[in-house]
């Protein structure tokens, strides 16, 4: 399909760039915490990993949506099992999928001026392609839910939706009712482990410090030295609602984990719905 049909790999390239640099280009060159910059860096990241969420789920949708009709036929036909073509696709899509997230990580990284180091890109980049290698199998499974596109383009949309509201980013405190989406979505834990990688290791002022600083400069004689600031570690500015309590590794595992059960679902169900012609 990628031979015969080179323009939509292309285009799902341009979408990519398109993307990464007007992230870069809105976040240009992130002030400091030191300088106010906690909230920008905050929202630029949300961006960044809510164009992984909702690219690669739409583009899957579209794809198997064209693959739908030959995939049942000949599967049906017994020339080849579903499971050959599951395999296939993932292992000749992924190398392609990694590349575009690489292009699209390098490009808003060093725009917006993240944290500069190899350790750190590799953390952003590795949960990034974690993110959009999920949101594939995600797309894949809305597509499978009906045999109308536009079913699957809208049951797409939803989930990419609940996914995205509840990452701590939007809300300042989840609803109680709501919690058990945000601690299983690997949305919510690939946020809190890329805002993690980004704040730790930098220093800002602590909270309500400048103020502090101005008051008592005030008090001093002129010509004094301005107080020094009292600093505090970048994660300590980290809106709470977005700080899960785990660790970065603990939210790799579990973004891993949730990674590999939803390719394992969505296997099954497109398995099952070919058999009993769902498709």
């Not at 398109?18 to 992230?23: A, E, K, Q, S, T």
């Not at 960044?48 to 036929?73: D, G, I, K, M, W």
């Not at 696709?89 to 001026?113: C, E, N, R």
């Not at 590795?126 to 199998?137: F, K, M, R």
Request: proline share 5%.
């Amino acid at each position: 399909h990628m031979a015969r049909a080179p323009l939509n790999v292309a285009v799902q390239l341009v979408q990519f760039l398109f993307f990464g640099v007007l992230l870069g280009l809105t976040y240009w060159r992130v002030p400091g915490l030191a300088s106010g910059g906690t909230f920008d860096r905050v929202a630029s990241l949300w961006f960044v990993v809510a164009t992984l969420v909702l690219q690669p789920a739409q583009n899957a949708v579209a794809v198997f949506s064209r693959e739908r009709a030959l995939l049942r036929r000949e599967v049906g036909h017994r020339l080849y099992s579903f499971g050959a073509y599951f395999l296939a696709k993932t292992i000749t899509a992924l190398p392609i999928q990694l590349a575009f997230i690489l292009a699209f990580s390098g490009l808003v990284y060093a725009m917006v001026g993240f944290q500069a180091g190899a350790a750190q890109f590799a953390c952003f980049y590795g949960i990034l392609a974690l993110v959009g290698i999920t949101s594939d199998a995600v797309g894949q499974l809305a597509a499978a839910l009906h045999r109308e596109i536009v079913v699957g383009q809208i049951l797409n949309g939803m989930v990419c939706l609940l996914l995205l509201m509840f990452t701590g980013f939007i809300q300042t405190k989840t609803p109680p009712y709501f919690e058990w989406l945000k601690e299983s979505s690997y949305v919510a834990f690939a946020y809190a482990a890329i805002v993690k990688n980004e704040f730790a290791g930098l220093e800002a002022p602590a909270p309500g410090a400048a103020a502090a600083a101005a008051a008592a400069a005030k008090r001093l004689p002129p010509g004094s030295p301005y107080p020094d600031l009292p600093m505090v570690d970048g994660l300590e500015l980290v809106p709470k609602n977005v700080s899960n309590g785990l660790s970065m590794g603990q939210d790799f595992g579990w973004l891993i984990g949730i990674a590999i059960a939803i390719r394992i679902a969505t296997y099954f169900w497109i398995n099952l719905a070919i058999k009993r012609h769902w498709l």
